[in-house]
Structure formats: structure tokens, C-alpha cells
Nanobody
Framework: QVQLVESGGGLVQAGGSLRLSCTAS????????MGWFRQAPGKEREFVGR????????YYVDSVKGRFTISRDNAKKTAYLEMNNLKPEDTALYYC????????????WGQGTQVTVSS
């Protein structure tokens, strides 16, 4: 089991940037993939992107491609979501999650950090 804690959210104007962090404890961080999700008020949770255990491969949903970058520092047990050119529609509660196997879903989740983008 892994405990995940997100940080770095806040209020930013449209066009601005934020970097979210997700710090893990428990299971060895370098052995599992990480994903980022978000949930806007009144909407279902949405997948944002993911990164493999090594950091060698990332994948993004189309709406954030070219604006968001996921990275990780296994030595610091931390994953990052760099968000640039933010838009009001990016406003949401952002979560990180751990995925232990390609055959399993994301199993452990953080509590979320709020990102609000003003127009």
C-alpha cells in the first residue's frame, strides 16, 4: 500500500502555470506507474495523464497535450504535474494515483489539491 499526498495547487490566472507534486510513502516508489486525474464540480473524474515507473514513457489526454508535463523523481519519491498555459476549464481537484500492474487499475489515491484558473 502507498500513501500519496498532493501539493502545489492554488489560484492562477488564465495563461499562468502551476506545478503539482505528489509525494509517496510506503511501497518502493520506483516500482509502479503514476497517474494524474482531475474532477471538476458536477463532473466525473477525468484521466489527465500517466508516467511509467522509470519515467521513460508518458501519456496525456488530448485536452492537455502540449500544455501539461508529467515527470517523476524516484529518489525523492515524488511525481510532478507541470501545467502551463492554464485555462479556466482546467479548474478542478487534481489527484495522483498509483498503478502497480498493467493488469490492475489505479489502487491508491491522494486526497487531491485544488487548482482554480480565473479568466
Amino acid at each position: 500500500q502507498v500513501q500519496l499526498v498532493e501539493s502545489g495547487g492554488g489560484l492562477v490566472q488564465a495563461g499562468g502555470s502551476l506545478r503539482l507534486s505528489c509525494t509517496a510513502s510506503g511501497r518502493t516508489f520506483s516500482t509502479y506507474a503514476m497517474g494524474w486525474f482531475r474532477q471538476a464540480p458536477g463532473k466525473e473524474r477525468e484521466f489527465v495523464g500517466r508516467i511509467t515507473w522509470s519515467g521513460g514513457t508518458t501519456y496525456y489526454v488530448d485536452s492537455v497535450k502540449g500544455r501539461f508535463t508529467i515527470s517523476r523523481d524516484n529518489a525523492k519519491k515524488t511525481a510532478y504535474l507541470e501545467m502551463n498555459n492554464l485555462k479556466p476549464e482546467d479548474t478542478a481537484l487534481y489527484y495522483c494515483a498509483a498503478k502497480y500492474s498493467a493488469l490492475r487499475d489505479y489502487e491508491d489515491w491522494g486526497q487531491g489539491t485544488q487548482v482554480t484558473v480565473s479568466s
